[in-house]
């Protein structure tokens, strides 16, 4: 690392951990559509969701009317909401409500639990959470998956399931927690769960399987849930002592930027990721949060 | 003779089939309630019907000399019995109605063509009671192989609905492929949300067991009511003080023997003194079909003689032989090593009695099988001896012990699997994890995995990583994550060995060893007075 870098990481770890708006007020503030990246800050996950939309232009930015939606959340774990092992089902419910305001014609929300599915999708509290909202969420069915080919560079070719390859526009939104093999699961690691097959083989080489499938999947929106993340004991954790309340929710058009901004929350530099490195030299989006226009917003 | 047919009595055997039909019904409502509902606690089941079954209630008794408070309903039967005779059988029992009506549509369909008196001996079930009670003395639980609630639900559970589940994932996959989405949808839906198990091992056998058991019916009408179900047997012998006496009237009599034709349950209703009262259930047929309505039930409150009973020469003599035959057989279901030490592919389910325990309460339905949300309980059949076969055994292969679940726990009907709470059940180990470093890809190909750390449902986990240096095949080294397991903290659930990519022989896998319900099985000493 030299100086330069040292210097630039000092200034965004510390703009982020301490919550200083200004510094990043300005480059909101420019011109444009929109900023790249909303965090917003709050005491209700369903409220600052809704916010960190709206800090992004609305949903209409990302979901046209007649659209058919995908929201895929974290449910893969048997965990209830405050072992911060499955995104928080108001984030859920909000995201869901969201894209039926601005149009979407029917809003499917599936992940391919890990766990058992019923178990996963009622305790996690997101099947009543996205029921009420007037969502689908059907369980996974091994069989309806198609063999797709993803092009990477080490994944060639993977079963998707069916229900996300037949969406128009994909929302990601994943939890941000801890991961002993990658160190962190949040927004790029989540496609696992819109695939089939023998995923634990990808640990064989999962950083290169998770840039492969960021690659591929191109999620219109991603909303990261850090309201209450894991800490330690991840990917399931099992104690609410194995969470932390950051109360925050961090939604974006760029998918590495929103894994480098959820980073943040577990005083991990970005560039430590190998994942969010290849993802950058990909192309798929920048981990220099200096470089994203970002807003913030506490309320 | 003016020739016309009961109006009462055909009343009343469209009733004893609505009867029939209902207990079935409630019964396959509640057989298929026994799974993940959505709650963690879902209270009674198809459980139920077992408490009322008297043969469960005392073998269960007697074998494991424990009283288990649930059986009392079984006392409303035997009051039932004594008073109205073999109700129970024509009218209540499930498996009752499957031979019923499987008996029905093979005279219908002209298999089975009943004699005209019919002389097979109706002993046999008698001496199957007395081989099932003579062996509960020594503490040997024989009766669930076929009991008819054990019987049923375990053919259901293990069998006929993971068949039909089977048969749905081909009617799905048809739907599909004809682009028939939604279609397809429901019944994938359906699937994952009664949490229909399709995997079992002895799952062709318990359903060959069953479908040749309703097969037999094309030989002889009730097959299994008549020569084999030792419950009935056992209701029969309380049967000779009931108050509904078979009655001819001799001078409507036309001699015509349709009545003892078609007694499902040879009965022999013609002639009047050779009525069996023991084998009558009641179903009303005899009444129903005689061409003079000659045949009424009326009340008389004297019993039978027990000869007369079912007419079956229960002598002093053959009582004794079977009762010595039972106990003698005993030992030869104990020969077995599973008596001296465990083994090792042996995990009960969480909150399982001990052992000796276990064997002598289990009475093999299925249920915590069929409550399962993994599929992980699978019948047994050389791991537990002979008297353990078809006893619930986790093969985390198939499927893993759920941490937050504790449905087969709620599901057994005799407290063999005692009762636990979450809370309880996590604290249980009913095995211990094991890493084969020769197989596991860290250790033995150098690349990185611990999916089973990742899946590690306790926390702290109870497998850790460690660095480890492993040997490439071009000589160089790497350095890889690397499960280690600290027992103190596994339970045993399995989770590991199922998620291990090395799927045919997992490369980290659980045994038996270090079970809390047993003392012989264990492994981590806990010395008294050292701090842990």
Known sequence: MNRRDFLRDLAVGGAVLNW????????????????????????????????????????????????????????????????????????????????????????????????????????????????????????????????????????KEWDILIDVLEADKIINVPIAKHHSLCRLTMGMKNWLGALGGARNQLHQNLDRAMVDLAAYFKPSLTVLDAYRILVRNGPQGGRVSDTKLVKTVVAGIDPVAVDSMGATFFDIRPQELLYLRLAQERGLGKFELEKVRVEKRKI | MKREKSRKYRLLRVLRAASQTAFFGLFL???????????????????????????????????????????????????????????????????????????????????????????????????ILIIVLAGAVLGLDLAGYLDPFSFL????????????????????????????????????????????????LQGFAVGFFFLG????????????????????????????????????????????GLCTQHCETQAHPYPNEKWRSGECIYCETCAAICPTAAIGFPVKATPEKLTNISDVNLSRRKVLLTTFLGLVAVPFFRLTPSQKRADLKLIRPPGALPEPKFLAKCVKCGQCMRACPTNGLQPALTQAGPEGIWTPMLVPKIGYCEYYCSLCTQVCP??????????????????????????????????????????????????????????????????????????????????????????????????????????????????IGEPK
């Open chain 2, 414 to 527: 005799t407290g063999a699997i005692q009762k636990q709470t979450i809370e309880e059940k996590n604290k249980l180990k009913i095995g211990s994890a094991w890493v084969n470093k020769n197989r596991c890809l860290p250790y033995a190909l150098g690349k990185p995995c611990i999916v089973c750390e990742e899946h590690c449902p306790v926390s702290p986990k109870a497998i850790k990583f460690v660095e480890v240096e492993a040997k490439l095949p071009d000589g160089k080294t790497v350095v890889q994550k690397a499960p280690v397991i600290d027992l103190e903290l596994c339970t045993g659930c399995g989770i590991c060995e199922n998620k291990c990519p090395v799927v045919d022989d997992p490369a980290v896998y659980v045994t038996s060893v270090g079970e809390t319900r047993s003392e012989k099985n264990r492994l981590l000493l806990q010395v």
């Open chain 2, 153 to 200: 639900t375990r053919s259901f559970a293990v069998s006929i609905f993971p068949g039909l589940a089977y048969a749905l994932s081909g009617l799905k996959a048809g739907f599909y492929a004809l682009g028939l989405t939604a279609a397809g949808r429901s019944i994938s839906q359906l699937l994952g949300n009664w949490t229909l198990n399709e995997t079992f």
């Open chain 1, 20 to 155: 200083a708006p200004r510094v990043l007020a300005g480059q909101a503030a420019a011109p444009g559509k929109g900023p790249d990246l909303a965090a917003v800050e709050g005491e209700s996950p369903y409220l600052i969701t809704k916010e960190a939309v709206a800090a992004l232009g609305g949903m209409k930015r990302f979901v046209g009317k007649g659209d058919k939606i995908i929201i895929k959340p974290n449910v893969g774990w048997d965990r209830t909401p405050e072992m911060a092992a499955c995104t928080n089902p108001d984030v859920v419910k909000a995201l869901v409500e969201l894209a039926h305001e601005a149009g979407a014609k029917k809003v499917t929300v599936i992940d391919n639990t890990t766990n058992q599915a019923k178990r996963c999708y009622v305790r996690s509290g997101i099947l009543d959470a996205a029921r009420a909202a007037g969502a689908d969420m059907p369980y996974v069915d091994e069989t309806r998956v198609k063999k797709t080919a993803l092009k990477g560079e080490w994944l």
């Open chain 2, 213 to 256: 058991a309703v097969a037999l019916n094309a030989w002889k009408e009730r097959f299994w009511c008549r020569y084999l179900c030792p419950t009935g047997a056992f209701l029969g012998l309380l049967s000779r003080w009931n108050i509904l006496k078979l009655r001819i009237d001799d001078e409507k009599c036309i001699k015509c």
């Open chain 2, 29 to 127: 409502t509640l057989f298929i309630g026994a799974h993940y509902t959505g709650q963690d606690y879902i209270g009674s089941t198809v459980q139920r019907f077992f408490h009322f079954d008297p043969l469960l209630a005392l073998v269960t008794f007697v074998s494991a000399r424990l009283v288990y408070a649930l059986f009392i309903y079984s006392l409303i039967t035997i009051a039932a019995t004594l008073i109205l005779g073999r109700v129970f059988c024509g009218w209540v029992c499930p498996l009752g109605a499957v031979h019923q009506f499987s008996s029905f549509a093979f005279k219908k369909t002209k298999f089975l063509r009943p004699r005209r008196e019919e002389k097979a001996s109706l002993a046999w079930k008698y001496y």
